[in-house]
């Protein structure tokens, strides 16, 4: 019997010691969409009104956002609008951790980080997005996704202010 008693002592230990150099070496669960903390998307194109960059992030419990982009306003898609750390209401980061989940963002960014690119095209459009996580991760892929867009620059219209050139 204290032999069994032996043998479960020394399984119980290697499993410890198993799990201990897991989370060591990095293998821990992968953040999710509900981890996120921050995002940012941008666009970079020749044509600057098609240019964009809006950031939405949680500091201090506080939900703060910056963009640069154009906005329509009168129908027409030429107003340039800036802004910075601006804050605003904490249920706007919670609406934009639903649009994540509701289209799989963490995971569809996960599998698609950025590659080397060999083939360098300076005037391609290129969009890229974000996410930080609370255990100070970052990923980062080349993709553009509808509906943080439109959700971001709906915000803009609400506290960004116009730039003017004077």
């Not at 027409?76 to 919670?94: A, G, K, L, R, W």
């Not at 289209?103 to 690119?117: E, G, I, S």
């Not at 095209?121 to 969009?127: A, C, G, M, S, W």
Request: hydrophobic share 40%; proline share 1%.
């Amino acid at each position: 019997m204290w032999q069994k008693v032996l043998i479960n002592k020394r399984i119980l230990g290697c499993f410890l010691a198993m799990l201990i150099l897991f989370e060591m070496l990095g293998c821990q669960k992968q953040p999710t969409d509900a981890d996120v903390i921050s995002l940012s998307i941008n666009c970079v194109s020749m044509v600057y009104t098609y240019s964009y960059y809006f950031k939405i992030h949680l500091e201090d419990g506080k939900t703060l956002f910056s963009c640069n982009c154009t906005i329509d306003k009168e129908k027409q898609n030429d107003t340039f609008v800036s802004c910075e750390n601006v804050e605003i209401d904490n249920e706007y980061f919670n609406q934009l951790i639903n649009i994540l989940k509701a289209n799989n963002v963490t995971k569809t960014v996960r599998k698609n980080r950025y590659k080397k690119d060999l083939f360098f095209i300076r005037d391609k459009t290129k969009y890229s997005i974000s996410l930080g996580f609370e255990n100070d991760k970052y990923l980062k892929a080349p993709i553009y996704f509808e509906d943080i867009y439109i959700f971001l620059k709906q915000l803009a219209s609400l506290y960004a202010m116009e730039v003017t050139n004077e």
